[in-house]
């Protein structure tokens, strides 16, 4: 089956401590997005990365971080310096940066105790 | 990104239309319409996308004014699983979905 993973579904980290969210896909996307979703809210978006070992900031990229070192994967680390990393992170993969229409993986709901 | 305006939250019964709306008065002349939904605590889901003409897919209508300044969303025979928070969205190229708080439909039987 072709799609995007994300795991784990659930996530406890103790405050301090570095996370890192994991994002496969195997549709042959160019390009691939973190989003963060707090309750009751839209999604905001991290970072994205049009193609390999490229990837640029997004509206809220302060205390994240990722790497584009492969197509098909994606990481994203919630570092310590994140203020309030407790929230339901979503990545996404659109076919190229011509093409809008972007794919959702099942999210990660990290919670920061 | 052109903003976009939908109501809170909306009711439809099981088997019944349910017909979402958005208004996008600022929209420009190259931006689509793109409809997402998202079933509590799962990603986002696409739906639909159009630019100027009604689209049709298997799951959903897209009708857009003739002055592109709102279009429905509909969904023919609604039911229980349609039951989400729908996002409208306009965009051109490659550029980040702007996801609002959406319209929280609720089918019930």
């Known amino acids: 089956d072709g799609g995007i993973t994300q795991s784990p579904k659930y996530l406890f980290r103790k405050e301090g401590q570095n996370v890192t969210l994991s994002c496969e896909q195997n549709?042959?996307?160019?390009?691939m997005y973190w989003y963060r979703q707090d309750p009751g809210q839209g999604l905001r978006l991290i970072y994205y990365s049009q193609i390999v070992n490229d990837f640029q900031k997004g509206d809220i990229a302060e205390g994240y971080s990722v790497s584009r070192e492969k197509k098909e994967s994606f990481p994203l680390t919630v570092t310590s310096a994140q203020k309030n990393p407790t929230a339901f992170y979503l990545c996404a993969s659109s076919i190229d940066r011509g093409t809008d229409t972007q794919y959702f993986g099942p999210g990660t709901r990290l919670t920061v105790l | 990104d052109a903003k976009t305006t939908q109501p809170p939250s909306m009711d439809c019964a099981e088997g019944r239309a349910a017909n979402l709306p958005c208004n996008h008065s600022t929209i420009s002349g190259n931006e689509y319409v793109y409809w997402y939904r998202q079933i509590h605590s799962q990603g986002p889901q696409y739906i639909i996308h159009g630019l100027k003409n009604n689209e049709t897919n298997e799951m959903a209508s897209l009708i857009i004014t003739e002055d592109r300044k709102s279009s429905t969303l509909i969904l023919p025979h609604a039911t229980l699983r349609d039951t989400a928070v729908y996002y409208c969205?306009?965009?051109?190229?490659?550029?980040?979905?702007?996801f609002g708080t959406g319209t929280r439909l609720l089918v019930s039987p």
């Open positions: 549709l042959n996307h160019d390009a």
């Open positions: 969205i306009v965009r051109v190229g490659f550029q980040k979905l702007v």
